[in-house]
């Protein structure tokens, strides 16, 4: 069952913007996972958090997690037209085992 | 590449019949794991198998099963096909049998359309 829902579900910006998108969930969590996906493709992997750290960077990929509020948000800093592609977040949640995704925020970068 | 092969990569077939998708997972990964992507439900997990058993099961219809061979590649099977069925399958693996910090591996999938 989906249990990450994102937020907002289409963002469009310019190349050198930050673009940030939202994820939510509704039980607790062991971690919490962003995957990419490029139009028609398999999801890639972007960064975990776990649920006792607040912030992590890596590269221009900055996330951070409130667990009081459930909630998550990715910032990609620098927006390239190459970061045009669908963001996932996945929980753990629930069955502990498979991860949960939510629907998506497609963001498209123009030049 | 991804090391994740699914197999294959386009399929056509018509309502009431039965296909098999095919997933090789990636070197060293022990669990497999099949999610639906349809338009409007978003990434839908079906079903994860671990080392050759199942260990966990999300909104598998009974018209669908799987199953992971000694080999650790693993097969879904979608029978008495209808149009909602049309999707994208992926397979995805991992060293974890689950929980934790379970990264996922994906497939490049499996685009099915049941006309």
């Known amino acids: 069952s989906q249990q990450g829902e994102e937020d907002p579900q289409a963002l469009s910006i310019q190349e050198g913007e930050n673009a940030t998108m939202n994820c939510s969930y509704k039980t607790s969590i062991n971690n919490l996972q962003w995957y990419r996906q490029n139009s028609g493709r398999g999801l890639v992997h972007l960064i975990l958090i776990r649920s006792n750290e607040r912030e992590k960077h890596s590269g221009r990929l900055r996330v951070t997690l409130d667990t009081s509020k459930k909630s998550s948000s990715l910032l990609i800093t620098a927006s390239r037209a190459a970061d045009t592609a669908s963001y996932f977040c996945?929980?753990?949640?629930?069955?502990?085992?498979?991860?949960?995704f939510g629907k998506g925020t497609s963001l498209l970068v123009t030049p | 590449d991804s090391g994740v092969t699914q197999t294959p990569k386009h399929l056509i077939t018509a309502t009431g019949q039965r296909v098999t998708l095919r997933c090789s997972p990636r070197s060293g990964d022990l669990s497999v794991y099949w999610y639906q992507q349809s338009l409007d439900q978003g990434l839908q997990f079906l079903i994860q198998?671990?080392?050759?058993?199942?260990?966990a099961k999300g909104n598998i219809l009974e018209r669908f099963s799987a199953q992971q061979f000694p080999d650790l590649h693993s097969e879904l099977n979608l029978s008495s096909l209808e149009l909602g069925d049309s999707a994208l399958y992926f397979c995805a693996s991992s060293t974890s049998r689950g929980g934790g910090a379970n990264v996922l591996t994906f497939g490049a999938g499996s685009r099915l359309t049941v006309l």
């Open positions: 996945a929980t753990d949640e629930n069955s502990g085992y498979a991860l949960n």
């Open positions: 198998y671990y080392n050759g058993e199942e260990r």
